[in-house]
């Protein structure tokens, strides 16, 4: 039986990689030619690893390969809940990449090939990490999306929460059926003229909630993966009202960070327009400037010069931008007043 949590985990999902696709990344919708890594089941895209395959539906490769390296796939799970994510949901992800990451396929000389990706694992939550989760992510490099506090994404957010007590299908219906609703998901947010298979058989409430939740990624549209300190991550979802577009990819944009008891933002330095929201899992932040040996305070003394810069890469078509934030200094005092509590 699939449950309420499951759906909102899965709209999540599809959300977050749609948005995506101007930060570089292509989801995958299918195996391609050549790629050993992925096996399809009757229950969607499984990534093989040492031990078992493991079903994600949500994976998407980066447009841009860093030279010695092999290309990064991203594989994404989202959590739509009303608590917190605990350590169990890290913990489970952890053992997931490293099997894949030990997969290999002997050739014909028998010696074992190396990985064909380097994996990276996201989870993003709507309702934050407890300390534990944190912890344990920042220990392991398993990167954390956190949703709440990002104002701009919450008509998504909503827009998924409604799904909570509506029945999807007129009658029971089997996995299968949920990935092909899946895939029918995921084709509206691309070509959202096409319409909803009947063969789905879903209810007529659930088709009014699949249009809202189509309108809302529409109306959010784009969503970046950027590099605090050049190594970590937040994500970022425009002001609707902004164009990406017009943001120079040749020098900095100057811009302020401050905390509104709601969440972050970051705004245009010469006019103040809000040009980004975006949330943060403090406890690994924390983590991150201490370094484990010092206090937060001192650790902000000495980053403060690291954590002038956000960096994202934006992809418009076939261009691809390197964006510079430059930020003032006042956001470290913000930071430092988080910190504290």
Request: glycine fraction near 6%; include cysteine; charged fraction near 25%.
């Amino acid at each position: 039986m699939i449950t309420p949590a499951q759906i909102r985990g899965m709209f999540l999902e599809e959300a977050l990689l749609y948005l995506l696709r101007v930060s570089g990344y292509r989801t995958i919708n299918h195996i391609e030619r050549g790629d050993i890594t992925l096996l399809k089941s009757g229950a969607g895209l499984h990534v093989k690893g040492r031990g078992c395959d493991h079903q994600i539906d949500a994976i998407a490769d980066f447009a841009i390969t860093p030279p010695f390296t092999y290309p990064q796939r991203l594989l994404v799970e989202a959590k739509n809940l009303r608590k917190h994510v605990d350590i169990e949901v890290v913990r489970n992800a952890l053992g997931v990449l490293r099997d894949i990451q030990e997969y290999w396929v002997p050739t014909k000389m028998s010696v074992p090939t190396k990985k064909r990706f380097h994996y990276q694992y996201a989870i993003a939550s709507t309702s934050g990490y407890s300390e534990k989760a944190e912890k344990f992510a920042y220990a392991h490099d398993i990167f954390l999306i956190p949703l709440s506090r990002a104002r701009y994404f919450q008509p998504i957010t909503t827009s998924i929460r409604e799904f909570d007590s509506v029945n999807i299908y007129q009658t029971d219906q089997q996995l299968g059926s949920f990935q092909d609703f899946r895939l029918a998901i995921r084709q509206k947010l691309y070509q959202s003229n096409s319409p909803l298979s009947q063969s789905l058989r879903l209810t007529q409430e659930a088709v009014r909630l699949v249009e809202n939740f189509i309108e809302s990624c529409i109306g959010v549209n784009r969503g970046v993966i950027a590099l605090l300190d050049r190594r970590f991550p937040i994500f970022l979802v425009p002001n609707p009202r902004i164009r990406l577009d017009e943001l120079p990819a040749q020098s900095p944009v100057n811009v302020r960070i401050f905390w509104d008891d709601e969440g972050w933002y970051i705004n245009s330095a010469s006019d103040g327009q809000k040009l980004f929201s975006f949330d943060m899992p403090e406890e690994m932040l924390r983590l991150y400037l201490e370094g484990g040996n010092l206090s937060g305070d001192r650790a902000l003394d000495l980053k403060q010069e690291n954590l002038r810069e956000i960096q994202f890469i934006l992809t418009l078509g076939k261009r691809i931008n390197f964006v510079t934030l430059r930020l003032d200094m006042e956001w470290i005092n913000h930071l430092r007043q988080r910190i504290q509590r």
